[in-house]
């Protein structure tokens, strides 16, 4: 049994003093590859020193995550475009909106999902969409800068059945976390409607810890936490969850 790992930041300093036991425990619970996105510039070093140790299992991806964009959001967005043609990428994230926290940057956050589009269309590589507080407003631009060049995953998925359905539509993956354990989440009743070739599997470790462990650091180990949750819902094993999931990572990220 292979699972995959779609979105965690294991370059974090959560990890920085076990962070080899952490990647060890994770392989020792079936999990075999590792999608790490980034932040802003601040992680890239750390981000591509961790994926040199382990070429074979932790894939970088390049972005501006949309709680990075201040002030110096073009220098930013400079950083990331050279970053790409000097070394491999396997997708453009995180990027998105989050009106979370702090809506001020609003219409720069806009304005750098569209220009990070752009990166994705130019290198023809997918996108690992951030959404909170924004599912609208994201899937608004998505659809102004839809083509048929344009694939990837919404990262964290914790929206309705319908909104599953809108992205799918797109021909967009479903990331699906730790959020699916989550008693009174309602992401259980999306998921058990939700055809396993629109999913991949994602902790955000070190953030939205599965339950039982809510409270704790996320780790990629959990994954498999998440992953049999799914099976039950789907009423289906474990490894064929692991099985048709790491399918379609393969198939999005080209690792």
Same mark, same amino acid.
């Given at each position: 049994?292979?699972?995959?790992?779609?979105?965690?930041?294991?370059?974090?300093?959560?990890?920085?003093?076990?962070?080899?036991?952490?990647?060890?425990k994770?392989?020792?619970?079936?999990?075999?590859?590792?999608l790490?996105?980034?932040?802003?510039?601040?992680?890239?070093?750390?981000?591509?020193?961790l994926c040199?140790?382990?070429?074979k299992q932790?894939?970088?991806?390049?972005?501006?995550?949309?709680?990075?964009?201040?002030?110096?959001?073009?220098?930013? @967005?400079?950083?990331? &475009?050279?970053?790409? %043609?000097? $070394?491999? *990428?396997?997708?453009?994230?995180? #990027? =998105?909106?989050? @009106?979370?926290?702090? &809506?001020?940057f609003? %219409?720069e $956050?806009? *304005?750098?999902?569209?220009?990070? #589009? =752009?990166?994705?269309?130019?290198?023809d590589?997918?996108?690992?969409?951030?959404?909170?507080?924004?599912?609208?407003?994201? #899937?608004?631009i998505?659809?102004?800068?839809?083509?048929?060049?344009?694939?990837?995953?919404?990262?964290?998925?914790?929206?309705?059945?319908?909104?599953?359905?809108?992205?799918?539509?797109m021909g967009?993956?479903?990331?699906?976390?730790?959020?699916?354990?989550?008693?009174n989440?309602?992401?259980?009743k999306?998921?058990?409607?939700?055809?396993?070739?629109n999913?991949?599997?994602?902790?955000?470790?070190?953030y939205l810890?599965?339950?039982?462990?809510?409270?704790?650091?996320?780790?990629?180990?959990y994954l498999?936490?998440?992953?049999?949750?799914?099976?039950?819902?789907?009423?289906v094993?474990?490894?064929e969850?692991?099985?048709?999931?790491?399918?379609?990572a393969?198939?999005?990220?080209?690792?």
């Amino acid at each position: 049994m292979i699972l995959t790992d779609t979105h965690t930041h294991l370059y974090l300093d959560e990890y920085k003093d076990d962070i080899h036991q952490v990647i060890s425990k994770a392989q020792q619970n079936n999990v075999e590859y590792f999608l790490m996105p980034n932040i802003d510039s601040s992680t890239i070093k750390k981000m591509n020193a961790l994926c040199k140790e382990y070429p074979k299992q932790i894939f970088p991806m390049i972005g501006l995550h949309p709680t990075s964009v201040k002030e110096n959001y073009m220098d930013e @967005l400079s950083i990331m &475009k050279k970053s790409l %043609k000097k $070394q491999k *990428y396997y997708a453009i994230g995180e #990027i =998105g909106i989050d @009106l979370y926290w702090d &809506k001020t940057f609003s %219409k720069e $956050q806009d *304005y750098a999902l569209r220009y990070q #589009i =752009g990166l994705a269309k130019e290198f023809d590589l997918p996108v690992a969409i951030h959404t909170r507080s924004s599912f609208d407003e994201s #899937i608004e631009i998505l659809k102004e800068e839809y083509d048929e060049s344009l694939k990837g995953v919404f990262h964290c998925f914790g929206g309705t059945y319908q909104q599953a359905l809108d992205i799918i539509e797109m021909g967009f993956y479903l990331g699906i976390g730790g959020v699916v354990t989550f008693k009174n989440s309602g992401l259980d009743k999306v998921v058990e409607n939700i055809d396993l070739k629109n999913i991949i599997l994602e902790t955000d470790a070190p953030y939205l810890t599965p339950s039982p462990y809510r409270g704790l650091r996320n780790e990629s180990s959990y994954l498999t936490l998440i992953a049999q949750k799914i099976a039950d819902l789907k009423r289906v094993t474990i490894e064929e969850v692991a099985e048709i999931t790491t399918f379609n990572a393969k198939k999005l990220f080209k690792f």
